[in-house]
């Protein structure tokens, strides 16, 4: 790479050849289509969706998150940070759209998302204040939550899928471990920007594996035309306690929004993101939900792991990055792509997504860190993580309670937060505390 292109693609606004934003562009086309696929695979096979109407949603996960990446770095000042942002399907809302899916319907799910987007688009304007009124304690504990959410059902995938009727053979635990074994051997071969490919390449050794097993079915393969467009899924209904319940979810993934705007320009472009990159971003990610509710696929996120993929290269150009937008609209239009994707099989699917999850959850331990571990913060980690992730590990544990509160509390990133902000604003702060105790222990009555 020679100084000119290296000093434009280091370059926030600088309009880049098309030769300079290949390489980069696919990269973060790549990484971002691992890992936008795979909430709506679990959540489709969770549901038991039929095969034809799957190929088409997973065909519109692709193109949904080319608009939403669009948006965010290319679009206008007030829709999108224009910044080197990634978008893609947002495990926050896994468990929470799962259960409304199952208990309810697919289409209630759909009324949720749309409804809940709009509302959550006025919430935006206040994105700052919001930003404000939560601590990065609980910002921290959230992006644990994402990553810990459904580490129960990829787990059970490891074995196959609890609606596999070969769950537990040591088939699907012979390739789930292959994938995983696969992806550390990548991370310890490879150096530099590659190694972003790790997931990638454990997904397709991982796959392999299972065609050489014999667990890959081929009878469920789907004929496909060579180019089909992605179509609306205008299928609505609506439910009050359901629309409560993503609404607050849309409210909590908007402050990992602000989370990672603000991650990329202090670890990238050494400054604060201004109020107009945060209500832009904010408004990206909600329009872009909304869009993806008429498609009939989950709400997207900014992603964290195209950050750090920003933040490895060097590569801030938000042309560079956002002509990603276009590959990924090529894998919308061809639907041979959802085809392929649809016959990897759930334990292929597990050995994944624990690494993801894993790099997630690890993110939120770091967060957390740098809040440090007072006696405060280390009640109020305790308290939420134990009861957060508890309360989803139990099966019916909320039955009797009304569906609202079992959807709510049934999802670690819900439940967390709730848990977390009740406690930060009950207990004292660090300043108040010698005095608390001194209260309590009646050192102060006279």
Known sequence: MNQKTTNTLQSLD?????????????????????????????????????????????????????????????????????????????????????????????EVMLGSILIG???????????????????????????????????????????????????????????????????????????????NLSILFGMIVGFIAAICIGIVDFNSFITPNIISLPKPYIHFEFDLESIITVTLVYLIATTEVIGNTNALTNDVLDRDATNEEINGGVAAVNLSSIIAGFFGVMPLAVYAQNIALVKKTKIVNRYAVGFSSLFLLLFSLFPVVSSIIMLIPDAVLAGSTLALLGSITIAGISLISKSGFSERNITICSIS??????????????????????????????????????????????????????LLYGELIK
């Open 14 to 106: 600088a309009k880049p050849t098309i030769k300079q934003t290949i390489v980069p562009s696919i990269l973060h086309a790549v990484t971002c289509a691992v890992s936008t696929i795979m909430p709506v695979i679990i959540l489709l096979n969770s549901i038991g969706m039929e095969e034809a109407l799957k190929q088409d949603l997973i065909q519109n996960v692709f193109f949904v998150s080319a608009i939403g990446i669009f948006l965010q770095t290319l679009a206008f000042k007030k829709l999108g940070a224009r910044l080197p942002l990634v978008m893609g399907c947002n495990f926050a809302f896994l468990v929470t759209l799962t259960s409304i899916a199952t208990a309810k319907s697919y």
């Open 117 to 195: 987007g709009v509302v959550s688009t006025f919430f935006g304007f206040f994105a700052k204040y919001l930003n404000r009124l939560i601590s990065p304690l609980t910002k921290g504990l959230i992006v644990f939550a994402v990553g810990a959410s459904i580490l129960t059902s990829a787990t059970a995938n490891f074995a196959g899928g609890l609606a596999n009727l070969t769950f537990g053979e040591a088939p699907h635990f012979i390739v789930a471990i292959i994938t995983v074994i696969s992806i550390i051997l990548f991370e310890i071969a490879f150096k530099g920007n590659i190694r």
């Open 385 to 438: 993580i134990t009861l957060g992730v508890g309360l989803s590990i139990v099966p019916n544990i909320l039955s009797k309670a009304p569906f609202i509160v079992q959807t709510l509390f049934t999802s670690p990133v819900s439940s967390i937060f709730i848990i977390s902000t009740i406690l930060e604003i009950l207990l004292p702060k660090e300043e108040n505390n010698s005095k608390f105790k001194k």
